[in-house]
């Protein structure tokens, strides 16, 4: 998922202006995250930011975190290949029901309720809204588990990444990410990183508009126009798409569509996992003013619709290569090698602007880092607030909890380290079922809690080991019944169902089973600071 076969096969150097570019970058983030250190004194402020953060940066904060390499490189290959320019309502979906609607259903609510119950994370919020320490350990548990791995992932893209752009060995590459990522994180926390992610988030706003500007022109030079550019890619797809049960006939690329079904799953899931995955949701925890919360979903929509539709753009661009490139991105079997259509266009497409090499690596760069902070800080917690704070240590002091807080959060980031430095076969397994899992256990017991005073505790439990037994049902069902590759490929149906199913067993359980103690729903549910009608 890299530049890395296009190195090798140039044998050019790396050139000098990326890397003084990424330097920069780096000593910039270094910077912030000694201002973010001083003025961190509490988990509060570490962990939420001390719940201060106005809407520009929370939603450009949102936004990066939502996009990582795994959209720009292996999303946007995958699909701008197999769907072609449909590929976009991948993006558009992100943009309206994973970001729009996210920010104006669930910022509100969940701002107030987790303030009025005094949690700052989703498992505190389990067991603050339902009494049920059960839900939070298993929630603690399931958030470690499934983002470590899903981490390590993002960790290993990045590596190549740098491996191919500056041509060092893959170990001093990882090496090097792992320690600018987890210095800033671990010294400047939220605070810091949040103002991270917004130079970060502009960096990939403009070099995502910058990059789509550019490939679409080189293609436009060689089709004759613009719109030319679009049809020729469009009648290619279609063209591929009637030969798509043999790998290359007659100098033309199979390329067998995906069906339907999978395809709206891929949209329903990435949009709407956002909805329930944490790293996301205590995004709102954060925001210090309710009245914020509209410009900071439009920020974040806009955003996310520029960034979102930019790289599937240039993935239902792949069917402009030439059969040069794509005999070049074809693995040893014959089939294309997705996460290579992306890298090989932008090489091609930019090899007389070295100096744009420059943004597309801090683009890539930005997108993934962005992601690995929010779920570092997202895991951290879960040992360090839901466990550690929760129950080891319930009466230590605060620059106790804030200390542990921060050797958790190197604990996450050198366990990524280690995990990507070994590449377990057991990690592309978890990490496929990530989104499945934690969307599928978390979203149905966290809607019903903000919005329905009638979920009752077993009714919650209910919903959240629907969606933890379905998730892994389904696709372990797939992974041992068929095999690994059609787990990975049918991961969307199977999380789309598990986010679905658990929505249909809360009600129902909640109808027969106990009530909640009225102080409880009334604590999560009545503002004291609002006189009632």
């Not at 910077?31 to 520009?56: C, E, Q, Y």
């Not at 095999?483 to 999380?495: C, G």
Request: aromatic share 14%; net charge positive.
């Amino acid at each position: 998922m890299s530049f890395l076969f296009a190195a090798e096969q140039t044998g050019e150097s790396a050139p000098l202006f990326p890397l003084i570019i990424t330097g920069l970058f780096f000593l910039s983030l270094l910077v912030i995250a000694a201002w973010g250190m001083k003025k961190t004194k509490n988990t509060d402020d570490f962990f939420l930011g001390g719940r201060l953060l106005g809407p520009w940066i929370l939603a450009i904060s949102y936004g990066a975190a939502y996009f990582s390499a795994v959209v720009f490189i292996g999303f946007a290959g995958t699909y701008g290949w197999q769907c072609s320019f449909k590929s976009l309502w991948v993006g558009v979906g992100n943009a309206v029901l994973g970001s729009l609607l996210a920010w104006l259903v669930l910022g509100k609510r969940t701002r107030k309720m987790t303030r009025r119950l005094g949690a700052s994370t989703m498992p505190e919020f389990f067991v603050a809204r339902y009494g049920s320490h059960g839900m939070k350990f298993v929630g603690a548990l399931a958030i470690f588990l499934f983002l470590l791995p899903y981490s390590a992932g993002v960790f290993g893209g990045l590596t190549y990444l740098f491996q191919a752009v500056f041509h060092i060995d893959m170990k001093v590459a990882l090496t090097v990410v792992t320690a600018v990522t987890g210095v800033y994180l671990v010294v400047g926390g939220y605070k810091a990183a949040a103002r991270i992610d917004f130079l970060q988030g502009m960096i990939m706003f403009v070099g995502a508009v910058a990059m789509v500007w550019l490939v679409w022109r080189y293609f436009a030079g060689q089709c004759g126009g613009y719109g030319a550019a679009v049809s020729q890619a469009i009648d290619n797809f279609h063209a591929r798409d009637a030969i798509a049960e043999t790998p290359v006939v007659d100098g033309g690329l199979g390329c067998k569509p995906v069906s339907n079904l999978l395809f709206w799953s891929v949209v329903f899931m990435s949009s709407m996992a956002t909805w329930g995955m944490p790293q996301m949701v205590q995004k709102y925890y954060a925001i210090k003013d309710e009245n914020q919360i509209v410009k900071g979903s439009i920020v974040c929509f806009a955003f996310a619709m520029v960034v979102g539709v930019a790289a599937y753009s240039i993935g239902a661009f792949s069917h402009l290569m030439s059969m040069d490139q794509i005999q070049g991105v074809l693995n040893p079997q014959g089939q294309i090698d997705v996460n290579k259509l992306v890298p090989s266009i932008l090489v091609e497409a930019l090899k007389d602007c070295s100096w744009f090499l420059a943004i597309v690596l801090l683009l890539v760069l930005s997108a993934s880092m962005s992601t690995l902070c929010s779920l570092a800080l997202t895991s951290a917690s879960a040992l360090s607030v839901d466990v550690v704070k929760g129950y080891i240590a319930p009466n230590a002091k605060e620059k106790t909890h804030l200390v542990v807080f921060r050797v958790c959060c190197a604990f996450f980031v050198v366990g990524s380290y280690l995990i990507t430095l070994f590449n377990p076969s057991w990690i592309v397994a978890l990490t496929a079922l990530t989104w499945a899992v934690v969307a599928g256990g978390f979203l149905a017991p966290y809607v019903y809690g903000l919005f329905w005073k009638g979920t009752t505790k077993a009714g919650a439990i209910a919903g959240m080991a629907t969606g933890l037994i379905v998730s892994n049902a389904l696709y372990w069902g797939l992974f041992f019944g068929e095999s690994p590759q059609v787990a990975k490929m049918y991961s969307p149906i199977v999380a789309s169902i598990a986010m679905i199913v658990p929505f249909l067993v809360v009600p129902p359980v909640s109808w027969v089973t106990k009530k909640l103690d009225p102080e409880l729903v009334k604590k999560a549910f009545e503002d004291p600071e609002e006189p009632k009608a």
